[in-house]
């Protein structure tokens, strides 16, 4: 139990140019999910909360209107990351939290995004 | 302020050769302890979860315990698909949000 897809896995796209990364629990309802950020040998970094029906919420420094979260449903959350420039290529992980509403987290495999 | 503190940085190991790492944490009231590994180019996948002080979890060659400063994994006899990230994470005091410590990289040499 407690899976969560991420798609696609990766992405290269120009400058410019918008992306869409799918983040989907797929064997429970996620009422909360969470957009990382990973750069190499580092640890995760925490962007954003997403709170099914309602606005994410943001970690200090991270543009609103850059990444733009949806969690339309239980078990689908969006990341957009928008007018993509090459210093937001990194690996962009999601996570969910288990249908036993524990702390526990539940991470997807991740999105390696590179942008020319 | 809540903070996770992992230790070493990166540790490597002969195969066989058993050894412990640490997480030492400071949160008011701890509501979770987690471990993670995370191979390169993957995402964080979940170990264990710790809740009080004298817990142990195992699972194969790794076990898990906590006390109320620190969690250790142990890794018993480890062969080189053990190699990976180790992750360890508290929930931050708004519950939602988890405190990552920076890891430990583990690398097993047959």
């Known amino acids: ?116 | 302020e809540d903070q996770v503190t992992q230790s070493p940085e990166a540790l490597r190991l002969q195969e066989g050769e058993s050894s412990s790492l640490n997480c030492s944490y400071t949160v008011s009231g701890l509501r979770g302890l987690f471990w993670y590994r995370q191979d390169p180019g993957k995402g964080p996948e979940f170990l264990f979860t710790l809740y009080s002080a004298g817990e142990e979890k195992e699972k194969e060659r790794l076990k898990a315990t906590l006390t109320k400063k620190e969690s250790f994994l142990h890794i018993t006899a480890p062969k080189p698909e053990d190699s990976a990230t180790y992750l360890c994470a508290v929930p931050g005091s708004g519950y939602n949000k988890l405190i990552f410590g920076a890891g430990t990289r583990l690398a097993v040499h047959p």
């Open chain 1, 1 to 116: 139990g407690a899976v969560v897809s991420q798609h696609p896995s990766r992405v290269i796209c120009k400058s410019g140019t918008s992306v869409k990364i799918e983040c989907r629990s797929l064997d429970f309802q996620a009422t909360t999910m969470f957009w990382y950020r990973q750069f190499p040998k580092q640890s995760l970094m925490l962007m954003a909360t997403s709170n099914e029906g309602s606005k994410a919420t943001y970690e200090q420094g991270v543009e609103k209107d850059k990444f733009l979260i949806n969690h339309a449903s239980l078990t689908l959350s969006t990341l957009t990351v928008t007018s993509a420039h090459p210093e937001d290529s990194s690996f962009y992980i999601c996570s969910a939290r288990g249908g036993t509403e524990g702390p526990e987290q539940f991470f997807g495999p991740g999105t390696r995004l590179t942008v020319l």
